[in-house]
Nanobody, 126 residues
Framework: QLQLVESGGGSVQPGGSLRVSCAAS????????IGWFRRAPGKEREGVSC????????SYADSVKGRFTISRDNAKNTVSLQMNSLKPEDTAVYYCAALEERYYSHRCHPGEYPYWGQGTQVTVSS
């Protein structure tokens, strides 16, 4: 059974850093693209960053380019999102999601991803 579990969320002051991770089980991680998405209060779920199965292709939302870095370790079945220079507008529930590698695209749209974790809260506030 394919399962995704996020961890590493928390509260941080503006300008701070957090690293959220997605642990995968029940499937071969390298066969799947992984995306990080977020939902802020009162807003639609949006794509933050996505990475192909072998890690060779990545995409980022304009709002996080230069601040966030996605990475994966297929041997350890984990995908991480390093978030630096955090802003209050980054406050949201962050989700990881999986998509069969053959369907990966740079659009990083949540509607393309069928398998989801339960989410982890990230709060950026002074």
């Amino acid at each position: 059974q394919l399962q995704l579990v996020e961890s590493g969320g928390g509260s941080v002051q503006p300008g701070g850093s957090l690293r959220v991770s997605c642990a995968a089980s029940g499937f071969t991680l390298g066969h799947y693209a992984i995306g990080w998405f977020r939902r802020a209060p009162g807003k639609e779920r949006e794509g933050v960053s996505c990475i192909s199965g072998d890690g060779g292709a990545t995409s980022y939302a304009d709002s996080v380019k230069g601040r966030f870095t996605i990475s994966r370790d297929n041997a350890k079945n984990t995908v991480s999102l390093q978030m630096n220079s955090l802003k209050p507008e980054d406050t949201a529930v962050y989700y990881c999601a999986a998509l069969e590698e053959r369907y990966y695209s740079h659009r990083c749209h949540p509607g393309e991803y069928p398998y989801w974790g339960q989410g982890t809260q990230v709060t950026v506030s002074s």
